[in-house]
Nanobody, 122 residues
Framework: QVQLVESGGALVQAGGSLRLSCATS????????MGWFRQAQGNERQFVAG????????YYADSVQGRFTGSRDTAENTAYLQMNSLKPEDTAVYYC???????????????WGQGTQVTVSS
């Protein structure tokens, strides 16, 4: 059974940084894409960043471009989301997901983690 486990969420002040991690039980990740999504209370789940596992290329939502950076550690089967210059509007539960193509919609991903809370205070 595929498992994705996020960690790293916390309470941080505006302007601060956090790094989220997503450990996966998928052993042959070469054909997968790891996505990061977030869901603020009362809102729909929205795309944040994607990491193409085979070559490490990344793509982002406009709202986080230049502030967030996705990466992966192929030896540890772990994806990361480095978040800098955090804003109160970044407050949400952050999820990692695994899918077969570089999509931006939740339905394009097959497996999901349980989420980790990020709260940015003003």
């Amino acid at each position: 059974q595929v498992q994705l486990v996020e960690s790293g969420g916390a309470l941080v002040q505006a302007g601060g940084s956090l790094r989220l991690s997503c450990a996966t039980s998928i052993r042959t990740l070469g054909s997968w894409v790891m996505g990061w999504f977030r869901q603020a209370q009362g809102n729909e789940r929205q795309f944040v960043a994607g990491i193409v596992w085979s070559d490490g290329s990344t793509y982002y939502a406009d709202s986080v471009q230049g502030r967030f950076t996705g990466s992966r550690d192929t030896a540890e089967n772990t994806a990361y989301l480095q978040m800098n210059s955090l804003k109160p509007e970044d407050t949400a539960v952050y999820y990692c997901a695994a899918g077969r193509r570089a999509g931006k919609w939740p339905h394009e991903y097959d497996y999901w983690g349980q989420g980790t809370q990020v709260t940015v205070s003003s």
